[in-house]
Nanobody, 130 residues
């Protein structure tokens, strides 16, 4: 299971730190990613840290503003979000997969088994006011 927390309401330019805690299956065997979904839009993979070499993948939309980190001894992954913009408003989800996926995650079949998410956490709402 994955549990995301840390969302909230913040003014544009502000910061939030999201946390994702994993329990159950060995979380260090999975890539852990952050996805977000705004109303009327596809769920989007924005940041991910791989399982094997801890390589980080980022969407262009958050590059330089969002930073992902991982603490295996705490079964936790964090997303530090700085310089937030109104367009960052969405429900944010953490997820575990075999490999990192960045982009629109329309369905398991659309992304294929290589990138398929195995576990989704419950979302946390992030709202950025202008």
């Amino acid at each position: 299971q994955l549990q995301a927390s840390g969302g909230g309401l913040v003014q544009a330019g502000g910061s939030l730190r999201l946390s994702c805690v994993a329990s159950g299956d060995p979380s260090d065997d999975f890539a852990i990613g952050w996805f977000r979904q705004a109303p009327g839009k596809a769920r989007e993979g924005i940041s991910c840290i791989s399982a094997v070499d801890r390589r980080i993948y980022q969407s262009n939309s958050v590059e330089g503003r969002f930073f992902i980190s991982r603490e295996n001894d705490k079964n936790s992954v964090y997303l530090q979000m700085n310089n937030l913009k109104p367009e960052d408003t969405a429900v944010y989800y953490c997820a575990a997969a075999g490999h990192c996926f960045i982009g629109d995650y329309r369905s398991d079949s659309a992304v294929g088994d290589y990138y398929r998410v195995h576990y989704w956490g419950k979302g946390t709402q992030v709202t950025v006011s202008s």
